[in-house]
């Protein structure tokens, strides 16, 4: 197993997978507060909020910029929850096999 393959078998796929994870609780969370099933006072509420825009708000920022809001739904989770997949999928894929 050559360097690359390690890092990513061990780190950046993982990492990724986190982030696919950190995004969809964002997404469902979103959904909750704006139903008003959970509120944001609640400290753990408003703490799992905060981190999960800190991670996930300069990634969807770009996309925002770029894919407007479409009938008044957010599409960019979507995006980025797709382009994570294709750099799983394919990119560290063809990174493994050309080293």
């Known amino acids: 197993m050559s360097p690359i393959d390690g890092l990513i078998i061990y780190i950046i796929h993982p990492?990724?997978?986190l982030l696919w994870i950190v995004v969809l609780v964002?997404?469902?969370?979103s959904w909750l507060i704006s139903f008003n099933v959970v509120?944001?006072?609640?400290?753990?509420?408003?703490?799992?909020?905060?981190?999960?825009?800190?991670?996930?708000?300069p990634l969807l920022a770009?996309?925002?910029?770029i894919l407007p809001p479409l009938g008044g739904m957010d599409f960019s989770p979507i995006v980025l929850l797709l382009l994570i997949g294709f750099v799983q999928g394919y990119v560290l894929v063809e990174l493994m096999r050309l080293f």
């Open 15 to 17: 990492l990724l997978q």
């Open 39 to 57: 509120n944001t006072h609640n400290q753990f509420v408003a703490m799992l909020w905060r981190i999960t825009n800190a991670i996930t708000e």
């Open 62 to 65: 770009p996309i925002r910029r």
């Open 26 to 29: 964002g997404v469902i969370l």
